[in-house]
């Protein structure tokens, strides 16, 4: 898992300076299958602010129905507002297999509980065009929530939950749990916060 969370973190920060990508190419769900994709409105770039990484395992993990396995998840939080819950995807034939259920208008019910909104999901391959070296991914419009407990101030988070089905009908799950390992947090630079808190 060491190992895999440096290439995560990299591939977001990729991810996130290339939300406004123009390219459609399909990504793939498995090495043999292609998903093909048809990308949401490009919006503005952005950059990451935040990222934590979690560890522990997915109980669940569904990309377009198919079952996989995760190597680790990761939360990162951009400067304008976009949150992604990334996962990378445990796939012998593609190491840059990346799938990130993404979001704004994200909120704190209370201390450790905190829901996102899911409006589309990114879908990032080997196979996908790529910036700077690293996979450029392929955006999908989905509807679904992710839901995480636990507190990234107390670097503890129980599990991840997340749940989407995109504008063709394919669906999305995951079900991350904890191993207890202290989250690793990361404040890349300083911006606004965008959580909606009741508490504050």
């Given at each position: 898992?060491?190992?895999?969370?440096?290439?995560?973190?990299?591939?977001?920060?990729?991810?996130?300076?290339?939300?406004?990508?123009?390219?459609?190419?399909?990504?793939?769900?498995?090495?043999?299958?292609?998903?093909?994709?048809?990308?949401?409105?490009?919006?503005?770039?952005?950059?990451?602010?935040?990222?934590?990484?979690?560890?522990?395992?997915?109980?669940?993990?569904?990309?377009?129905?198919?079952?996989?396995?995760?190597?680790?998840?990761?939360?990162?939080?951009?400067?304008?507002?976009?949150?992604?819950?990334?996962?990378?995807?445990?796939?012998?034939?593609?190491?840059?297999?990346?799938?990130?259920?993404?979001?704004?208008?994200?909120?704190?019910?209370?201390?450790?509980?905190?829901?996102?909104?899911?409006?589309?999901?990114?879908?990032?391959?080997?196979?996908?065009?790529?910036?700077?070296?690293?996979?450029?991914?392929?955006?999908?419009?989905?509807?679904?929530?992710?839901?995480?407990?636990?507190?990234?101030?107390?670097?503890?988070?129980?599990?991840?939950?997340?749940?989407?089905?995109?504008?063709?009908?394919?669906?999305?799950?995951?079900?991350?749990?904890?191993?207890?390992?202290?989250?690793?947090?990361?404040?890349?630079?300083?911006?606004?916060?965008?959580?909606?808190?009741?508490f504050k």
């Amino acid at each position: 898992m060491r190992l895999c969370k440096p290439v995560l973190a990299a591939t977001l920060v990729s991810l996130a300076s290339s939300w406004a990508s123009p390219w459609a190419s399909p990504c793939f769900a498995e090495s043999s299958a292609a998903i093909p994709v048809n990308n949401p409105p490009a919006q503005q770039n952005a950059l990451i602010d935040l990222l934590a990484l979690m560890s522990g395992h997915c109980k669940t993990l569904k990309v377009a129905g198919r079952t996989f396995a995760c190597k680790t998840v990761a939360y990162a939080h951009g400067d304008k507002g976009r949150v992604n819950f990334a996962v990378a995807v445990d796939d012998p034939g593609d190491e840059n297999h990346v799938v990130s259920f993404s979001g704004e208008n994200g909120k704190r019910a209370d201390d450790n509980s905190y829901e996102l909104p899911i409006d589309r999901m990114l879908l990032n391959s080997k196979d996908r065009p790529k910036v700077d070296g690293l996979p450029v991914p392929a955006e999908q419009a989905s509807t679904g929530v992710c839901r995480q407990t636990g507190n990234f101030a107390a670097k503890k988070v129980n599990d991840v939950t997340c749940s989407a089905t995109d504008s063709e009908g394919r669906s999305y799950e995951l079900l991350f749990v904890s191993d207890g390992t202290p989250v690793s947090v990361r404040r890349i630079r300083q911006s606004s916060p965008s959580i909606q808190d009741p508490f504050k």
